[in-house]
């Protein structure tokens, strides 16, 4: 799997309290820090300083963010399928229903692509970022 494939994984996988992932700068592996229990791997040490130094926290896409983009999607989609995607954006539980809408509608692998074309392009931000950071 590419860096930006991996990338854009551990953007939606999203922020828990209980794991997340990490770049290391030197390899460009992407790591997984959950507890042992979850993944079978100690956990990534952080206090110590020569490891902690080539990892950096890839950022999570937020709930607030990701409903954005369902609506970007939503609007980009012909008139019968918007008005079915924005009202359930606008309903109860909209994330749950929108997943089940674009399941009925059989648009779900242009969702995925989408959702994908959106995590790679922040990744690809985030990465040039980081880079101007680095090189500073």
């Known amino acids: 799997m590419k860096l930006l494939d991996e990338l854009a994984e551990a953007f939606l996988d999203g922020f828990n309290d209980e794991m997340s992932y990490v770049l290391n700068r030197r390899t460009g592996e992407v790591l997984l820090d959950a507890p042992e229990a979850l993944t079978g791997e100690p956990e990534i040490d952080w206090d110590d ?22 609506v970007s999607f939503a609007k980009k989609q012909p008139d019968s399928i918007t008005i079915h995607l924005t009202n359930v954006l606008n309903g109860n539980k909209p994330f749950r229903f929108f997943k089940e809408k674009i399941n009925e509608l059989g648009i779900e692998n242009h969702w995925y692509e989408f959702e994908q074309d959106y995590a790679k392009s922040r990744m690809t931000e985030w990465l040039e970022e980081f880079s101007k950071i680095e090189g500073s």
């Not at 300083?49 to 983009?69: K, R």
């Open 49 to 70: 300083e020569e490891v902690a130094a080539d990892l950096v926290m890839i950022p999570t896409v937020s709930s607030s963010e990701m409903y954005d983009v369902m």
